[in-house]
């Protein structure tokens, strides 16, 4: 892959926090820096004349994070499934250590589970981490769903079948 000077300090701060992921790699689409893990994104990069924007997924700090003032939800849709937007003109101070956090979150969210096994002191990927009881729970759950539907249908097609052989009977 072709790789760009960054044109921010912070940018370069950022990137190589990133690019030490397991399996991470940078592209290019759009002119934009895309980091990415087994060809999936989890941080979009710019850095030009406008100063720096980075844009992570944050399935758990995404609501906490578009508190602060420099952050918004992704365009094009994204913010709805928690990609956080954060815009610092060129003179603006930027939180490095803050923006690593989320760069650490967006990998979690976005790597396979295998990757996620590499890292020191992470078990699984957010809201995946369900017991087994609960597991076995919701399981039984849809099994009971499942056959009070199949228990409806059966119900309503002996009514209906009751409604055409009183049609079909012959009236005296």
């Known amino acids: 892959m072709a790789s760009r000077k960054p044109k921010h300090p912070s940018e370069a701060a ?45 399935p758990e700090s995404g609501a906490a994070a578009l508190t602060l003032p420099f952050a918004s939800p992704t365009g094009y849709g994204l913010g709805k499934s928690g990609w956080v937007s954060a815009r610092f003109a060129p003179d603006e101070d930027v939180p490095v250590e803050l923006l690593c956090a989320w760069i650490a979150e ?52 002996k009514t209906a079948a009751r409604k055409t052989a009183a049609r079909k009977a012959p009236r005296s």
């Open 106 to 157: 967006s990998y979690r969210a976005v790597a396979p589970k295998k990757l996620l096994a590499l890292l020191p002191g992470v078990t699984e990927r957010h809201g995946e981490a369900a017991p087994r009881r609960q597991r076995a729970r919701k399981a039984a759950a849809r099994g009971a769903a499942a056959r009070g539907a199949a228990a409806r249908k059966t119900a309503a097609r």
């Open 14 to 58: 950022l990137r190589d926090f990133a690019l030490a992921y397991p399996e991470t790699h940078e592209d290019f689409p759009w002119g934009e820096r895309a980091l990415k893990v087994k060809g999936k994104v989890f941080v979009f990069m710019h850095a030009g004349t406008g100063g720096l924007s980075i844009t992570t997924k944050l």
